[in-house]
């Protein structure tokens, strides 16, 4: 009954000495300055759906295919494999370790003695050797603390590099279609700018205008053809974006996906999007939570490095066989064995300290990087909402300037084809319809990807009304 009470005893006394850790335990911080953080990161329920909100076809297939085949995506989720792999590995390691070993050995003159001159040794050994290094006081702890830290980091930074793919594929695909319109804008100013110049040919064929207001129509409407390239370069450029996130080879998507669809109109939603007042947005931003898991992740190495400055228990063992030649497997032969090691880094204080005092140094740093992207976050989706709203407004009151200067065409035009009216007024009022379509044109492009924006700020986590 000894055996067993010293037993129970020493596992007790052990169980209780690696029930402590050293090192601060680490606490979420609840707010920074007066901006509370209380909740954990939650992926937002519509981070990987919002696009559907714009009833877009073609922007739906492309998405989809990106979620599939982009190798960002991919990547981040191999990623989250490996961290959960080192933390279940870190963990592992609070555990007693052990192989089975079979081995043989032969030697010749094992002593210096004569009687062993010219003899030849042979031994068998075969059974399990344990390790177990005895966490005292929490180094292995911490350290699995730190690897589970990483591991959910890892998993963060995914669901970020789906939503940052969602918002590139959408944005890119806003400047397809941008690209697109303004060369059907720029298509259709030549088509307006050659009726112009075919009135000013039949006055001039009639002798009522002169070579150069020939010539200054010309000048306009080469000057629009002239632009027609540039608007071809960007369509190249935002197929090639999108392209590259889809995984597909050069112009195998204008051809299939992006040549279906309206052309004529940037994808736009039928309701406004909906904020919801005093909701915690900060708990949908990936970057936010990914810095406070790197915070958890430093702390805990705090206790790590705290460690080395006690002493550190290991026991090793062995339960087996041990043999002749013969190799008889039987009670004589049986064989076992328990070494504990106690090891304490006295002889390496400075260095334990100077361990110590980079972990902590390492965890204000993520302290700071934490609450700096708080705040870059804040600001962030309050730019977001106030550009869009901004563009939005500028696009409606450009509208009605594209109007109003479509009415001083057609006026212009009718009065200087009846005589009554200067080939000027004509030249400037086309020249500003050319400015206003393309204007225009921009600027649906540009409220898209702000849009596209405000769903990226605020991690998906907004809806529509």
């Known amino acids: 009954m000894r055996a067993p009470l010293k037993a129970a005893v020493l596992a007790l006394v052990i169980g209780t000495l690696t029930a402590c850790a050293v090192g601060p335990d680490y606490k979420m911080p609840e707010q920074v300055k007066q901006v509370p953080f209380n909740s954990p990161y939650q992926q937002a329920g519509a981070a990987l759906n919002w696009w559907q909100a714009f009833n877009d076809p073609v922007l739906n297939q492309l998405i989809e295919k990106a979620l599939v085949e982009n190798r960002t995506i991919t990547q981040a989720r191999a990623n989250v494999d490996r961290?959960?792999?080192?933390?279940?590995?870190?963990?592992?390691?609070?555990?007693?370790?052990?192989?089975?070993?079979?081995?043989?050995?032969?030697?010749?003159?094992?002593?210096?003695?004569?009687?062993?001159?010219?003899?030849?040794?042979?031994?068998?050994?075969?059974?399990?050797?344990?390790?177990?290094?005895?966490d005292l006081f929490g180094k292995i702890r911490r350290a699995s603390e730190a690897a589970q830290a990483n591991a959910q980091q890892a998993d963060i930074l995914w669901h970020d590099a789906q939503l940052q793919i969602i918002s590139q594929v959408a944005a890119s695909y806003g400047d397809y279609r941008g690209a697109q319109l303004r060369l059907q804008v720029a298509q259709e100013n030549v088509n307006n700018l050659e009726q112009s110049r075919a009135i000013v040919l039949a006055r001039l064929n009639a002798g009522m205008a002169s070579e150069l207001e020939l010539a200054r129509m010309d000048a306009q409407l080469y000057e629009v053809k002239a632009s027609v390239p540039a608007y071809q370069s960007q369509l190249a450029t935002a197929d090639a974006a999108l392209s590259s996130l889809l995984a597909a080879t050069p112009g195998e998507l204008a051809d299939s996906v992006l040549s279906q669809g309206d052309v004529s109109n940037l994808p736009q939603l039928s309701k406004p999007v909906a904020i919801v007042k005093g909701e915690n947005y900060l708990r949908y931003r990936a970057d936010v939570a990914s810095t406070e898991r790197a915070l958890a992740a430093s702390t805990a190495q705090i206790g790590v490095a705290t460690a080395d400055l006690y002493p550190n228990l290991s026991i090793s063992g062995f339960l087996g066989f041990l043999s002749s030649p013969g190799f008889a497997v039987n009670s004589d032969s049986q064989s076992w064995s328990v070494a504990p090691t106690l090891s304490w880094q006295v002889a390496d204080w400075g260095s334990v300290r100077a361990r110590i005092n980079s972990a902590k140094a390492s965890s204000q740093m993520a302290l700071a990087d934490f609450e700096q992207s708080v705040f870059s976050a804040l600001n962030d989706m309050s730019l977001s909402l106030k550009s869009y709203n901004l563009s939005h407004q500028q696009e409606l009151t450009t509208e009605q300037q594209r109007a109003a200067s479509q009415k001083a065409v057609h006026i212009a035009r009718q009065r200087y084809n009846a005589g009554s009216g200067e080939f000027l007024d004509l030249l400037d009022a086309e020249r500003e319809l050319l400015r206003s379509r393309d204007q225009q044109a921009q600027l649906e492009k540009q409220t898209f990807t702000r849009l596209v924006n405000i769903y990226k700020a605020f991690g998906g986590g907004i809806s529509v009304l």
């Open 83 to 134: 961290a959960y792999a080192v933390f279940r590995d870190a963990d592992n390691n609070r555990l007693p370790n052990g192989t089975l070993d079979s081995g043989y050995q032969a030697y010749e003159n094992s002593t210096l003695d004569p009687s062993d001159d010219d003899i030849i040794s042979r031994g068998y050994q075969s059974g399990a050797s344990l390790t177990w290094d005895v």
